[in-house]
């Protein structure tokens, strides 16, 4: 999991990317027992937009752990802090 605070006007769609591109390649990287891993594919849908302030919360969850592949479910959102 990781925290950010969107400091642009807007965060762009390449930042969110990096992000959970981040967060999967070090969660794969982990459960592989710390052997190479690489990315082979990233899907990314942007359902609603970060602004200025938004505090920003990264999760990933391992779907399925194989021996040369895993999949990811990556869910980056901004809850409202009331």
């Known amino acids: 999991m990781g925290n950010f605070l969107c400091l642009a006007r807007v965060l762009h769609g390449g930042v969110s990317e990096l992000i959970v591109e981040a967060l999967a390649s070090m969660g794969a990287h982990i459960t592989s027992g710390f052997n190479r891993i690489a990315g082979i594919q990233l899907t990314i849908n942007h359902l609603k ?19 040369s592949i895993q ?3 990556l869910v980056c959102s901004s809850p409202k802090i009331t």
């Not at 200025?52 to 391992?62: M, S």
């Open 49 to 67: 937009s970060a602004v200025l302030g938004d505090f920003i919360v990264a999760e990933v969850t391992p779907v399925n752990v194989g021996k």
């Open 71 to 73: 999949v990811s479910l």
